[in-house]
């Protein structure tokens, strides 16, 4: 059986409770993240055998989602449970768009929020129905600033056993942000927060040390839970069958700010997926390509804001589970406390910053050259791409992933090309729907008081 550790295990020092133990799946889901603040690890990567890799060609992503879940879960769900699981969150296309050669576009655009972040959020949330047993039922609680917030309830519209509350900061997000996480619905509620998304986070944070709290079956569906980054790594074994032949190596191009995406491409190479390279691309948060350049990490602080808003990030959270696969240690703070082998790490990564102007440029000339239509994010990983092979001279299979719609950024791409992106299922009839958020004074007695009656407080 697979069992999860914490990646401050190693931490010593005045105050400091290391968390030594393991726990199963179940638990690591449900907790979220370590009791020392540290984040999930599995203590065992399962291999996929190359003959399973394969028979994926040809078949629906979800077979692939139910064949990795399997290695994983196998003790758990039994296997009908889980491919009616997979069946039901993959209702959606997952379109493969070859661009130049052997070079291709991985779209994971095409789920609900228009996102790839509905992959892992899909998944995440029917396991946590699956798993939640027990009185009562499970709320999750988010404060969000934005996109990860209607992921994560479009994902838990209707799953049963479940409440959510999202809570934003007023005047915070976009009117578009604003109206996806609003109309949600269901079991499914947006609180509004007079404060900031750290006034959020506050809040959702004090709500689970509270022992008043404690009987109300408290979870949360943060970017660093372990249910999350699993399912990430899936989409690259399942487009790389159906593009590979005979066991043939691929770069695979990943578009990072949390780097959650990009972990779950390490994790499928060590299940087995022949990955001769993992590109990580950045925007001018650069604290990684640096890192891997100088061996020294500095975070980016405060971040810097870019086009690519999603990845203005500049002290990547998943980087402490980076470090740990490499055999290293990093703490939530930045402060490295048992370097990684940064030799493995140069053989089978290559990072590089990505300016705004390089974005836009890289927008243009992809549709001018090839008539795709690339956003802000997608760019940034296609960009990275095309340095890694001018560098390497490496002319491979090529997988370089677009993690969320152009329609979803319909100014930018206009000026560039003048053109309307269409607009994706998911977003489709926004300006139609209804729903009122909760207001919240962002004082936590209120907060609690709302959790505890289930009402708004007067
Ligand atoms: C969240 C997000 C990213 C960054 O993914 P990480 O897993 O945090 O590296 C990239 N693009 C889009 C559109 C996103 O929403």
């Known amino acids: 059986m697979i069992r999860y550790y914490s990646t401050n295990r190693h931490r010593t020092g005045p105050g400091l409770k290391p968390f030594t133990g393991r726990v199963g799946f179940r638990e690591a889901l449900l907790m979220g993240q370590a009791p020392d603040g540290g984040l999930f690890m599995p203590d065992r990567i399962p291999r996929l ?19 990795v879940g399997r290695l994983y879960w196998e003790d758990s769900i039994p296997a009908g449970d889980l491919e009616r699981i997979v069946r039901e969150a993959y209702d959606f296309e997952v379109p493969i768009e070859p661009v130049d050669g052997r070079r291709h576009i991985l779209r994971l655009d095409r789920g609900p929020t228009a996102s790839f972040k509905d992959f892992a959020a899909r998944l995440m949330s029917r396991l946590m129905s699956y798993f939640h047993s027990g009185g009562g039922r499970l709320k999750v609680l988010v ?49 509004v927060v007079k404060g900031k998304f750290d006034d959020c986070q506050n809040l959702v944070k004090r709500a689970f040390l509270d022992p008043d709290l404690a009987r109300l079956n408290l979870t949360s569906a943060n970017s660093i839970n372990i249910g999350r980054v699993l399912p ?37 190479r060590r299940m087995g997926l022949p990955v001769r390279r993992l590109v990580m691309a950045t925007n001018a948060n650069d604290e990684f390509p640096d890192f891997l350049r100088t061996g020294v990490y500095r975070k980016v602080e405060p971040s810097r804001k870019c086009i690519s808003n999603a990845m203005n990030v500049g002290h990547p959270s998943n980087l402490a589970r980076f470090f740990d696969i490499y055999g290293g240690s990093l703490d939530r703070t930045g402060e490295v406390i048992r370097p990684p082998d940064l030799d493995r790490m ?28 690339l956003e802000p994010h997608g760019a940034v990983g296609w960009k990275g791409l095309e340095e890694y092979r001018k560098r390497e001279g490496d002319d491979c299979l090529a997988i370089s992933v677009e993690t969320a719609h152009p329609a979803k950024f319909p100014e930018e791409i206009e000026s560039l090309l003048g053109v309307h992106p269409p607009v994706p299922p998911g977003l489709r009839d926004l300006d139609r729907r209804k729903g009122e958020p909760i207001p919240l004074s ?14 708004p407080p007067a």
Do not use: M
């Not at 055998?49 to 064949?67: F, M, N, Q, T, V």
């Not at 917030?149 to 056993?161: D, L, P, R, T």
């Not at 962002?442 to 009402?455: M, P, T």
């Open 49 to 67: 055998a190359p003959e399973e890799i394969s028979s994926l060609k040809g078949e629906p992503y979800w077979r692939a989602a139910w064949l």
């Open 143 to 191: 404060a969000t600033s934005g996109d990860t917030g209607s992921a994560i309830g479009e994902a838990f519209k209707g799953v049963a056993g479940v409440e959510v509350y999202i809570l934003y900061p007023e005047g915070e997000v976009s009117p578009r942000q604003k109206r996806q996480l609003d109309t949600i619905g269901g079991n499914v509620r947006a609180l």
């Open 232 to 268: 990430q790594s899936v989409y690259y074994v399942w487009s790389y069958a159906q593009l590979a032949e005979k066991g043939e190596e691929a770069v695979i191009s990943v578009p990072s700010g949390n780097f959650g995406n990009a972990f779950g491409c390490e994790l499928a």
């Open 346 to 373: 140069r053989k089978r990564i290559f990072s590089l910053a990505v300016s705004d102007a390089e974005t836009r440029q890289t927008i243009v000339e992809v549709y001018r050259r090839h008539r795709v239509i």
């Open 442 to 455: 962002g004082d936590y007695a209120s907060f609690r008081d709302f959790l505890l009656s289930g009402d």
